[in-house]
């Protein structure tokens, strides 16, 4: 059961956005839609063992449903593979390939929540992740970062999430096996989300 709400020491401009549950910020009451524009989904893996790769996607889209309860909100998010960017043309083309996300076949990656528990002064996000045509659970540690006015009026929150995936189990198979040991791309991949997000009318 949550305490009863209380506002914070925050601005004026924001105190109709955020509000304190159980001494944790959390925004408003209401459905937050994701923008697209000021979002990425961005990912890190090793690749000859050492070294680490970047990428992202651009098209990232969802909403952040939260309720009174905090524990009771969710959270969808779609990600077109289509979008994503590595640095590297000739790797991003690999990675769009049936090698990997078979873009053609499969145009999109799903999260959806199942459930949300206090971390800390954090969260953790527990849903089901698809790729191409397997879907996994998968825990996020979830955070939110407050709320701040666009030089428009318009208040936006920002979100946090991240967790680590070990890509095999999404049939995300394909490797080199090296001379000295290891593999050419590491099998664990970190998912990172940062998401800015506007209440919805």
Not at 6 to 18: G, H, Q, R, V
Not at 99 to 110: A, G, K, Y
């Given at each position: 059961?949550?305490t009863?709400?209380k ?5 004026d401009t924001a105190?109709a956005?955020?509000?304190s549950v159980?001494g944790?910020n959390?925004?408003a009451v ?8 000021h ?11 050492v070294n680490?790769?970047?990428g992202?996607f651009s ?5 952040i449903v939260?309720a ?9 998010v779609?990600?077109?593979?289509a979008s994503?960017?590595s640095?590297t043309q000739d ?5 769009k390939?049936?090698d990997?996300?078979?873009v ?9 929540s199942?459930?949300v528990?206090?971390?800390g ?9 698809t790729?191409?045509?397997?879907t996994?659970p ?11 006015a666009d ?5 936006k929150?920002a979100?946090?999430a991240?967790t680590?995936?070990e890509?095999?189990e999404?049939n995300?198979?394909w ?5 000295g040991?290891?593999v050419?791309v590491s099998k664990?991949?970190k998912?990172e989300?940062e998401?800015?997000?506007s209440?919805a009318e």
């Amino acid at each position: 059961m949550c305490t009863a709400i209380k506002e914070t020491d925050i601005s004026d401009t924001a105190a109709a956005t955020i509000r304190s549950v159980d001494g944790r910020n959390v925004p408003a009451v209401g459905t937050w839609a994701i923008d697209p524009t000021h979002t990425q989904a961005e990912f890190v893996a090793r690749h000859l063992v050492v070294n680490k790769v970047r990428g992202g996607f651009s098209d990232v889209s969802g909403s952040i449903v939260v309720a009174e309860d905090p524990k009771d909100s969710s959270v969808e998010v779609t990600i077109g593979t289509a979008s994503i960017s590595s640095g590297t043309q000739d790797r991003d083309n690999h990675v769009k390939s049936p090698d990997f996300l078979d873009v053609e076949q499969f145009p999109e990656m799903r999260f959806l929540s199942t459930s949300v528990e206090p971390s800390g002064s954090a969260w953790r996000l527990t849903g089901n992740l698809t790729i191409k045509d397997v879907t996994k659970p998968v825990t996020l540690d979830f955070e939110f970062l407050g709320v701040s006015a666009d030089p428009w009026g318009n208040q936006k929150a920002a979100f946090s999430a991240s967790t680590e995936i070990e890509r095999g189990e999404w049939n995300l198979t394909w490797n080199v096996p090296l001379d000295g040991g290891g593999v050419l791309v590491s099998k664990s991949v970190k998912l990172e989300i940062e998401a800015q997000a506007s209440i919805a009318e």
